[in-house]
């Protein structure tokens, strides 16, 4: 039998009855077993995520089947290279404890422990987003959370803040279309979403969007159908999920990139950075890599879902950042995000740790459990030939910038087009599902706000408009 014990490995005789003076207590102080439960308790929670509270997660790994050498030196994206990752699913607004089947936006979040550092590819199971600025995110954030008097989430504020920045109106037709309740995890696709870049061994550089494609197929929930899941599950998709690897019926996604040369990016007729668009297929065509599989549940939902770290500034040699100003706002706020939430050390947690060497000279801090092995110096420059040096072969390739500073509106105002390829694609069950989807949204908003929304659905498409037109009952 094991022996229980308290954190320190001191034995526990009682585990039931308090230490007490007298039956009837009081209880005296020098219980510290009583208090080492009751503190701990206490600080059981860390702040969740402002974002993607509720998540589930796996570990699989990312199987790569071509050659793209010509556009990457990336080990991790060399043919035949298996790197093991873990992938986080998440909805976005709901807190920790919301359900699963709502409609919203679903992370897609996936660290690849590579050879070269852990490479992490933050994204959705959307191509775009909202905005296309970070200066707005904490803004559109607010619309989505609770509203501070009510405490209640507001469908005004967010149609109000929709339809005076109308470059969401791609990712909202996305969200409002039959897409935006998938039946599970398993059945979404990946994106990237943002513009990267590789790098080939040459120093040419090509902007990439990754794409991961579902070989479950996409299967989605209508309003009625999620409403009825929730009623008796709120955690249906983490169900499905942890079941599915249990079973051995492992998920699988098929991995395409699409690949600009640097030099052509005014191919596609607009900004190539710009996150609320997405590269048309027919003009920069998706090309197959590999293949990423989920085969195991986490052993620990708090340490290794709660606890994972993700941030878009995690990047490996051969894939770098591209001038898209959303992804340089989130290379800043996830690891600040992680710093806050988990700790300054959060990296030596195992489900974030590099499987690859590490040699830092960053120290100490608080839960610091790392061993020091950098030899003779802890600072840089130094004289010790067994203390890690930096290596100018890794410089990136020189990226050509001009431009004088100033806050820049987007030169680019047209919000209708993708949209409206989207639109078009729909077949009528899947638009009519759109125009409910939205009248349902529309649920208390002010006329002033829903007449705006129609007529920029109006400039999408007047069939478009007079759908939604129709559902509201106007
Ligand atoms: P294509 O016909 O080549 O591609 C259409 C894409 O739309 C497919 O990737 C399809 O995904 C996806 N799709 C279909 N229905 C929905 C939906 N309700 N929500 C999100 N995605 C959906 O056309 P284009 O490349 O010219 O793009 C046309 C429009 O398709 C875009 O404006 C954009 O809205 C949407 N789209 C485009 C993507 C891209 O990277 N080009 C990626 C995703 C969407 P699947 O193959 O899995 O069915």
Known sequence: ???????????????????????????????????????????????ERTVHAKGSAAYGELRITEDISKYTKAKVLQ??????????????AGEAGAADAERDV??????????????????????????????KFPDFIHTQKRDPRTHLRSNNAAWDFWTLCPESLHQVTILMSDRGIPASYRNVNGYGSHTYSLINDKGERFWVKFHFKTKQGIKTLTNAEAEAIIAKDRESHQRDLYNAIE???????????QVLPENEADKLGFNPFDLTKVWPHSIVPLIEIGEMVLNKNPENYFNEVEQAAF????????????????????????????????????????????????????????????TYKNGAAYYEPNSYSDSPKEDKSYLEPDLALDGAAQRYAPLDDDFYTQPRALFNLMNDNQKAQLFSNIAASMDGVEKSIIDRALAHFEKISPDYASGVKKALGL
């Open 247 to 257: 079973k051995g019926d492992f998920p699988k996604w098929t991995v395409k990139i």
């Open 1 to 47: 039998m094991k022996k229980l014990t308290n954190d320190f490995g001191n034995v526990v005789a009682d585990n039931q009855n308090s230490l007490s003076a007298g039956a009837q207590g009081p209880l005296l102080l020098q219980d510290y077993i009583l208090l080492e439960k009751l503190a701990h308790q206490n600080r059981e929670r860390i702040p």
């Open 106 to 135: 679903r992370g897609f979040a996936i660290k690849f422990y590579t050879k070269e550092g852990n490479w992490d590819l933050v994204g959705n199971n959307t191509p775009t987003f909202f905005i296309r600025d970070p200066y």
């Open 311 to 370: 941030s878009p500034a995690n990047i490996v040699p051969g894939i770098g950042f591209s001038p898209d100003k959303m992804l340089q706002g989130r290379i800043f706020s996830y690891p600040d995000a992680q710093r806050y939430r988990i700790g300054t050390n959060y990296h030596l947690l195992p489900v974030n740790r590099a499987r690859s060497e590490v040699n830092t000279y960053n120290v100490a801090g608080a839960m610091n459990s790392d």
């Open 79 to 92: 043919k035949g290279e298996v790197t093991p990752l873990i992938l986080r699913f998440s909805t976005v």
